[in-house]
């Protein structure tokens, strides 16, 4: 089959891993669309709501000079950012909630500010808003995501692929976060890859260095479930294992109607919370 960007399927973690826990829930949040507007639809909760002021936060700091990235307080840069997500926006239930949340980020920032590490050598920053690249010419799939930090390592001219967790649980071993980040940088950069890590912000000071996959078996795992989604999608089969599981459930409600609507989201998906 000739690529044809306006037909391929776009692949990414967020969207393997959905399909992977359940393809209900793929089907739900990368298929579906709300026939009122167009619209894609998510649900936000507290602890995504953390996650993605943090990213913000660090993003924001990848795109100034290392001197004046810690010019002024990350936390004055956490507040900025936490108004997109305060109250009801973030998915809290009251201002103790929000309170603690934001208690826990602070922290994580103030990690950061203390151990900055490799956020006070070079990073490269790629231009693309959503980096992506063909993944399959024959299959028609492209490969997207945003990586978090990308590390300059100028001694030898490679770079290193940092991921920020604020979660309290470990990536699974068998994550494919890692290996989808290893093909992207080499696509989207021109640098070698020489290592990739997490960094788990509420209890470590620095990255954690994971096993490096080859660039062969990263291609392997991800072209199998980029094919199984590809499949499901052309014969339209995206059925929970368990008719209801806790990953599809909340997006259900939504569909029945049951969500508030608390915005749009950068990629015009609309953002829902549920009242218990």
């Known amino acids: 089959m000739a690529f044809d960007k306006y037909t391929a399927l776009w692949v990414s973690h967020s969207s393997i891993a959905d399909f992977l826990k359940c393809p209900r829930t793929y089907f739900l949040r990368h298929v579906y669309k709300d026939k009122r507007n167009g619209h894609k639809i998510t649900v936000i909760k507290p602890a995504l709501a953390l996650g993605q002021t943090i990213h913000d936060v660090v993003d924001s700091l990848s795109n100034l000079p290392v001197e004046e990235r810690f010019n002024k307080p990350l936390a004055s840069l956490l507040n900025v950012f936490w108004e997109n997500i305060a109250g009801k926006k973030g998915g809290f239930k009251d201002l103790t909630e929000e309170s603690m949340f934001k208690e826990r980020a602070i922290a994580m920032i103030q990690k950061l500010e203390d151990n900055p590490g490799p956020l006070l050598r070079k990073a490269i920053k790629v231009k693309q808003p959503l980096p992506s690249y063909v993944f399959s010419d024959d299959e028609n799939i492209i490969l997207c995501g945003k990586i978090d930090w990308i590390e300059y390592l100028e001694n030898v001219n490679k770079v290193h692929i940092i991921d920020f967790k604020t979660g309290r649980n470990e990536e699974p071993e068998d994550s494919l976060q890692l290996p989808i980040y290893l093909l992207l940088a080499t696509n989207i ?86 009242k218990d």
């Open 189 to 274: 950069q021109k640098r070698e890859v020489d290592r990739l890590s997490y960094w788990y912000l509420e209890s470590e000071k620095f990255p954690l260095e994971q096993k490096m996959p080859s660039l062969t078996e990263a291609f392997d795992k991800v072209m199998d479930i980029a094919r199984r989604i590809k499949l499901a999608r052309q014969i339209n089969h995206f059925k929970c294992p368990t008719d209801g599981c806790f990953a599809c459930r909340e997006l259900e409600r939504v569909v029945k109607g049951e969500g508030e609507i608390v915005g749009v989201s950068e990629y015009n998906q609309d953002i829902y919370i549920l």
